[in-house]
């Protein structure tokens, strides 16, 4: 049977999938590395289901630590403007953002932040579904230079030069030696 094969995207064409327990953890990790001074976050979701849930679970993961959490921003996959939901994200001048969504919707929302607000990709974090060639396509290799994130098995990735490039989780990279 020739299927293709879920890829790092989601398990249907442009919906994420559930987040992970280990995908939340290293996105968590991500954010807290050693010497980390990020205390303070902007949440960015879609609005389909899994999105919402793993924005709530990043923000009580976060909180959870004690540390803050300035904004939590939703936007449509299909919208007039993205400026609101841009100007939302970056008001409160976080340390950082987290993403979560399709990456048709996040192309969309991160070129608007790139033209009209001091966002910058490089401070960014995102979920599974935006460690993948599609958002690069769709966004612009310039527009995500340095965005990094979680993938499902607690692995990491992150988009520079056009390039999307995964890590092994931390437990397996040490197994491999």
Known sequence: MN????????????L????????LAALVGLLTAHRSRIRSVAVGHGRDG???????????????????????????????SWLRPARRLTAQTPDAWVLAGAPAGIAH????LRRSTDWDPARTVGFASLGTPRLVELA????????????????????????????APAATAHAQR
Do not use: C, I, N
């Open 109 to 112: 929302l991160v070129r608007r």
């Open 3 to 14: 299927e293709a094969a879920a890829g790092p995207q989601s398990h249907m064409e442009g």
């Open 50 to 80: 899994h999105s919402r849930v793993a924005a709530r679970a990043f923000t009580a993961a976060w909180q959870t630590l004690g540390k803050d959490v300035l904004a939590v921003v939703d936007w449509p996959e299909e919208a007039a």
């Open 140 to 167: 612009g290799a310039d527009t995500v230079h340095g965005l990094r994130g979680a993938a499902r098995d607690g692995g990491t990735w992150e988009l520079r030069r056009g390039w999307t490039t995964h890590y």
């Open 16 to 23: 994420p999938a559930p987040h992970t327990d280990a995908e």
